[in-house]
């Protein structure tokens, strides 16, 4: 038999959230796959150092890690591995442990360490033989260093992935802060500069700045024109005239100037409180480490979960002749790429800003960037920027309405769509309260459900939760398709803007169907999928489905501290998400769940047999600290029998004392209260991606929307791309209306590596990566 492989894994540079998340994957993936894992602590130090410092871990070493922030192996700049003689010891420790595969998350100056480290490898075991440290069989087995990068980095700097391990959970600190100073700052009607993290890379203040809507933001990658003092006040006066009581500057710390000269958040203030300018009242907030701190969202630790279990397949696979590679993510889709390429282009940027060549640097960085960029410039200064004006005969009337339950991020998509439409000129118009509203205006008895929307209120809705215009689940059909028809001809509607769920999915698959009956309804319908449940066909997410996971996910983390604290205890708990199961797995990811049980799988006695046998054996297994509260999580719909509070019946019943059951549904929680960064910022960008779409038709093509089937799309991110699928084509191949989710569920691959993680018997991992 070949002897056990051995992978040692590490954390170097800064620290992030979510680098728990990746040593638990990976330590718990590694033993699964029958290799002995090893942490290395402190960096690179501990590689140098060796001795202590390189442990091997078993599985329950790991138990717990998802919810703790920083890293729990910690983390050092270590001088001495930028020197040969550094890497010749630390090669000297791997090979006394016997290790022959790292894999390491950390930045690029780790990741670069990391490369030269391999490229070095023979060399320095040739100096190890003929120094006498080794014999030639000693180095034998170990000729091969195999090496796979993982991104841990607040920053998001790296290029060739679209988000870096933590950078999510660093940019909900920002906006957290953020939130909680833009009240202080109404209150006194006061300006507030705020310095965020970046010193090469405006990542995290650029999209701080489309979160929350602040007025103006500096990033080192797009410098403002050099009349940037003029253009910043002209904006902000703007604001103000229009009845804003809050200002909000968000000051990346590598801002600078086209020239190169730092633009300081001192600058920025003194400029705001010029008594011959704006006079405005203007303080400085530095967030500092707190970027860095708390524990990781549920978005970084589905990352890291899903790139530590990616990383460790790629150590397994890699040969001699593999370029070293690191793991990356594109939209939604979990990707190997060459790891020197990205490091090569992140040093790409650097350089391109050093001399002054920021379109280039603008260019390098991922097409989001760039995308989110233009969303922010179109969504501040509204009206302003002339040029973005069609020419009148173009600019469409445009509805914008909201159907099914509420979701973060729904706000932030209409507001994002209607400084999209204000820009260009065309009339965007509120429909309050889904079809239901609608229906109830009667022709010559208006009720107020439409009307044009007002700029200033609509500029606050950024950061709010649910749903400003109001939404309900009425379908047209239930309100009466002719009298919705002959409402979308009298307010004379050229296109139709719909964020929503299920409910909204199905209303323009009737609009749809029953354009050859009503001609009014032939005007282009865009939909932006917007539900906690994330079960829209022609998506991988939702709006919403974020901040329901952040909720879900720091529910269940207290839940499991109080399971743990009290005594032996498993927790079941009962999710939303209808009959799809993307949710309860997800979170089950994002917390480390000893089982998920979803309607796609559905429950069976044996099911539930297997896992109370298998929780016998993990709490007759715990040892002192490792003594920790386990968690089920069943989605609502999981079974017609089996609920949350029968299955914690089963498991106390079964357990015969030797531990605890009890059930728990956070409800409504779930729909949460303030949408996440990221809910909000990819409804503003692929709100403005829904307006430029119906913009490509126009207004009165009734003849072409009639043959194009794009005309009625919804806008999804489908694996690594942003797309517009035709409601047809969903609705023919696509949809399983009596479950009213999509027919293929992308995220199924997530479940078994919830499975294997959680130690679930009888499971094993999905053979593609995700
Ligand atoms: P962050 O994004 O937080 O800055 P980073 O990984 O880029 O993270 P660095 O301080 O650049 O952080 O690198 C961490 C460690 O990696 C260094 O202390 C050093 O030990 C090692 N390292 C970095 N660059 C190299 C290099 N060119 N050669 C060898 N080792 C390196």
Redesign the pocket.
């Given at each position: 038999m070949a002897p056990k492989k051995k992978i040692a894994m590490m954390t170097?540079?800064?620290d992030a959230q979510g680098m728990n998340g990746v040593i638990r994957a990976c330590v718990r993936t590694a033993i699964h796959m029958g290799c002995d894992a090893f942490c290395v602590y402190e960096?690179?130090e501990g590689l140098v150092q060796g001795g202590d410092l390189i442990r091997k871990m078993e599985w329950h070493d790991v138990r717990g890690w998802l919810s703790e922030g920083g890293t729990l192996i910690g983390t050092?700049?270590?001088?001495a591995?930028?020197e040969r003689a550094g890497?010749l010891q630390a090669a000297k420790n791997m090979i006394l442990h016997g290790i022959d595969a790292l894999i390491i998350c950390?930045?690029?100056?780790?990741?670069?360490?990391a490369d030269?480290?391999r490229a070095e490898w023979p060399s320095l075991l040739e100096e190890l033989v003929s120094t006498k440290q080794f014999t030639r069989e000693q180095i034998e087995p170990h000729k091969h260093l195999n090496i796979v990068g993982l991104v841990g980095?607040i920053?998001n700097?790296l290029s060739g992935t679209d988000a870096t391990i933590g950078c999510y959970s660093a940019l909900t600190r920002i906006c957290e802060m953020v939130d909680y100073i833009e009240a202080t700052a109404s209150s006194h009607s006061r300006a507030f500069v705020i310095e965020v993290m970046g010193r090469h890379c405006g990542w995290l203040a650029l999209m701080a700045g489309v979160a929350t809507g602040a007025d103006f933001i500096f990033i080192p990658e797009k410098p403002r024109e050099d009349n940037w003092r003029e253009e910043m006040c002209g904006i902000v006066q703007k604001h103000r005239t229009l009845g804003k009581r809050k200002t909000i500057v968000i000051v990346a710390e590598g801002a600078h100037d086209r020239e190169g000269q730092k633009i300081t958040p001192e600058m920025v203030r003194e400029l705001l409180a010029d008594k011959s300018g704006l006079a405005i009242d203007s303080r400085i907030t530095t967030l500092g480490h707190v970027q860095r701190g708390g524990v990781a969202v549920a978005y970084d630790r589905m990352l890291a979960t899903l790139q530590g279990v990616e990383a460790v397949k790629a150590v397994l696979e890699a040969t001699p002749e593999t370029e070293t590679c690191f793991i990356a993510v594109t939209e939604n889709k979990i990707v190997r790429k060459p790891l020197m390429k990205a490091v090569e282009d992140t040093k790409a940027v650097a350089a391109a800003i050093e001399a002054h060549d920021f379109d280039k640097a603008m260019s390098l960085r991922d097409a989001e960037f760039s995308d989110q960029y233009n969303s922010y410039m179109l969504t501040t200064t509204v009206q302003l920027n002339k040029n973005m004006l069609l020419p009148e005969k173009d600019r469409m009337r445009i509805g914008f309405i909201n159907v099914g339950a509420p979701a973060g991020g729904m706000n932030a998509a209409i507001r994002a769509g209607v400084a999209y439409c204000l820009s260009r000129g065309h009339e965007p118009m509120a429909i309050h309260n889904g079809f239901a509203g609608f229906a109830r205006h009667h022709g010559d008895k208006p009720l107020g459900a439409v009307r044009a929307f007002n700029w200033l209120e609509v500029d606050g809705w950024a950061s709010k939760g649910g749903s400003e215009i109001g939404t309900n689940r009425e379908l047209p059909s239930e309100s009466g398709m002719e009298h919705i028809a002959n409402l979308i001809e009298q307010y004379r509607f050229d296109g139709l803007f719909i964020v929503g769920g299920f409910e909204a999915y199905h209303a323009i698959s009737q609009l749809r169907k029953a354009r050859d009956e009503y001609p009014s309804l032939c005007i282009p319908i865009a939909l932006l999928p917007a539900t906690i449940s994330n079960n829209v066909p022609g998506t991988e997410y939702s709006i919403g489905s974020d901040t329901c996971l952040n909720e879900l996910t720091s529910y269940c983390d207290k839940i499991k501290q109080s399971a743990s604290a009290t005594r032996r205890r498993v927790f079941v708990i009962e999710t939303q998400g209808g009959r799809s199961g993307y949710v309860a797995t997800l979170a089950g990811l994002g917390v480390g769940a000893s089982a998920v049980y979803t309607p796609e799988e559905g429950i069976s006695l044996d099911m539930l047999a297997a896992d109370v046998r298998h929780l016998k054996e993990v709490f007759a297994h715990d040892k002192g600290q490792s003594r920790a509260g386990r968690l089920i999580l069943i989605n609502e719909k999981a079974s017609k029998v089996y609920n949350a509070k029968l299955v914690a019946d089963i498991i106390r019943e079964e357990a015969h004392d030797r531990f605890e059951s009890r059930d728990s549904i956070p409800g409504h929680v779930q729909q949460g209260g303030v949408p996440s960064a990221m809910d909000r910022c990819r409804a503003v960008r692929l709100a403005i991606k829904c307006i430029e779409h119906l913009e490509t038709f126009g207004k009165g093509a009734h003849n072409r929307v009639k043959k194009d089937p794009t005309s009625t799309a919804v806008i999804g991110i489908k694996g690594a791309s942003v797309v517009f699928t035709p409601m047809k084509t969903l609705e023919e191949e696509d949809t399983d209306w009596p479950n009213r989710r999509p027919i293929s569920a992308y995220w199924t691959g997530m479940k078994q590596v919830v499975d294997v993680l959680g130690g679930r018997p009888k499971y094993d991992l999905p053979e593609q990566n995700i």
């Open positions: 170097s540079g800064g960096g690179y050092a700049r270590c001088m591995f930028y890497r950390g930045g690029d100056g780790s990741l670069t360490g030269k480290f980095s920053d700097d």
